[in-house]
């Protein structure tokens, strides 16, 4: 079928981005509309001993200075995570309170403490700088091994020695056992690096109270209307049925806009007081500091294997830097996220892992690209890679004993999941034969003629995708004759209108171009899990899936009134219903347009093919793969260039190739700008010296070579469409099979990320 699933479908998206059409945060202009500037701690860690707003209110323009005084005199709720980790005694992870605006104590640069609306943008920038804050400096703490040393600053009081979590998995007797038994432990210090995210669209928000209606809308990215709309009202302390969350295009989030933020709750203050909507838009610089960053774990990692190179098992024990305040999920990606992905395609009989999830004087750590995933492949494979070496054993035949094999599914790992489908050594195989391998040495000698060193580096990967959740699947039949597809999850650059269309007209025989996509309106949705985690085509595909399968029976009871026949005699196959054993049938376009033009029906029988559908728990998918990467150092500036790229991939089924394959650069550019660019760096006051693109490197197109991309899809057994999500998963192997390459090229010698030039000259030159 034209358009079904499988077929590279261009994304629906783009001649509407591409012509300017698209409706961002920043383009919401409702009547009456005033402008927030939020006023900011330039103090990493101190005491908050007075706000002067005198000057600021008596500004032109300036409509109101409010404080978190302010807002907690008004009773507002505060800023909460949704997925708490327990300690490794069960009891429960620490979570210090957070209102929307510092009241007693600064704890990172950029700590939001008041905020003023004014008449226009510039007006509301100039009061907001007019703002004084007295604040007392204290000692601050940026590192999160050191942070949880004795007498290192606190962060919070109730809060000793600043651990949120003290994390553990696994069983350390056996654990202990194996390592003392084991022929070979390879150990290493792995640091996955703190990024800024950078998404192309700084966070923007306008929050209108309606005070007839007693209503709040908040128009912003984000990830999912649904959910945060939950969150929303938790935090305004208001029932959910008064919280609208209303989303237009999404310019990217990897994660970081998928909760409240605290300049959300203000808006809603300001707009209820003044009774008009008020706006407020970052500014990059703003971004830098305001918006979650990502990854930042420190570990000391080991890898225990007998004398033929199998593992017996695998033990990390390190750091997790949440931030000075605990985001959505802050604190689950170095802890439950590591722990869940570790096994990776790998027989190991046994893991342990042990963090401290640490506060520190720093912006938040939340989800990106992964948020966990890519970071426990990166362990898991830099070991691998590493005791190869050590042990004289061959890189790919190493892996090769240790690839839990087809036969085995389904496959209990160490770290309770079960994997139900995977071929990894013939997609290892595959990609090998695609990257030429057997040509790497003559590729190497040429390099060495030029003056440059020459690596090449594999990264075997499986990830574990977001845990279940409900979805909405909603089809409806449009007055116009279009074809509406509802549901909970968000499109921030994903594709979904092409996916999901595929999927609709692949089941219902629907005209592609007749499909449109409603996400971003949380009144029309009865459930959503929200895009994130790779989850989407398991989540919203099949609710799709099973929808149609409800419209369907439902155009049976109206087939057979409109085919003068008994339902039981209608069948329904690409796009009509007819009466089995003859050719007198009606498409569904046809029978919907007939119901809209009044068809007259007996009782009991459906008067529309609407459907309001709930899916329930798509599980956890494994999509895996193997990247093979290949680099060349300039051995006199350490300069690194990634020069030849393959990866091959199982994502199942895979839906549209184009956009997978695009999702896949995507990722794979994301991990090159980790392994060789992206640091934030802090001062030991705090200070962020990061903070900007003049500071802060970003991967452009001249860094990266292009890409060789296929396929090697076993669908998956846990879900309707057998697929397995392929959002993350570029970053889950561009990590290790970059930092292998380049750990080959400089001959062993280990480096962290980022690998830069002045890091790489420092190791070829020490």
Known sequence: MKFGVGQPVPRQEDPILLQGQGRYSDDIKLEGLAYCAMVRSQVAHGLIKGIDISEAKTMPGVLGVWTGADLEAAGYGTLKTVLPVPNRDGSPMKTPVRPSLATDKVRFVGDPVAFVVAETPAQARDAAEAVVVDIESLPAVTDARTAAQPGAPLVFDDVPGNIGVDFHYGDTGKVDEAFARAAHITRLRLISNRIVVCAMEPRSATGHYDAKTDRYTLYAGNQGAFGLKNQMAALLNIKPAQMRILTGNVGGSFGMKGSPYPEYAGLFHASKLLGRPVKWTDDRSGAFLSDQHGRDHDFDAELALDKD???LAVRLSGYANLGAYLANVGAAMGSMGVTRNLAAIYRTPLIEVSTKVVFTHTSSVGAYRGAGRPEANYFMERLIDTAAREMGIDQVEMRRRNHIRPEEMPYKTASGTTYDSGEFTILLDKALELADVAGFSARKAEST????????????????????????????FEPNGDVSIITGTLDYGQGHWSAFAQVLTEKLGVPFHRIKLIQGDSDLLIAGGGTGGSKSIMASGAAIVEASDKVIDKGKQIAGVALEASAVDIEFKTGRFTIVGTDRGIGIMELAEKLRGGMVLPEGVPDTLNVSHVHESAPSAFPNGTHVAEVEIDPDTGVIEVVKYTMVGDFGT????????????????QGIGQAMFEHVVYSE??????????????????????????????????????????????????????????????????????????????????
């Open 449 to 476: 003629a030029r003056g440059k060193l020459r690596g090449l580096g594999i990264g075997d990967y499986l990830e574990v995708t977001a845990p279940p959740t409900n979805e909405m699947g909603g089809i409806r």
């Open 654 to 669: 895979v839906i549209n190739p184009l956009l997978v394959e695009g999702q896949s650069h995507g990722g794979v550019v």
């Open 685 to 766: 006051e705090g200070q962020p010296l990061t903070g900007s693109f003049t500071d802060y490197a970003l991967p452009r197109a001249s860094d990266t070579p292009f890409f060789q991309v296929d396929y090697h899809s076993v669908p998956a057994k846990t879900n309707v469409l057998g697929a397995k999500g392929c959002g993350e998963a570029g970053c889950a192997g561009s990590l290790p099979s970059v930092m292998n390459a380049i750990v080959d090229a400089l001959g062993g010698r280990h480096i962290n990320m980022p690998a830069t030039p002045e890091r790489v000259w420092e190791v070829l030159n020490s």
């Open 309 to 311: 190179g199998h593992f």
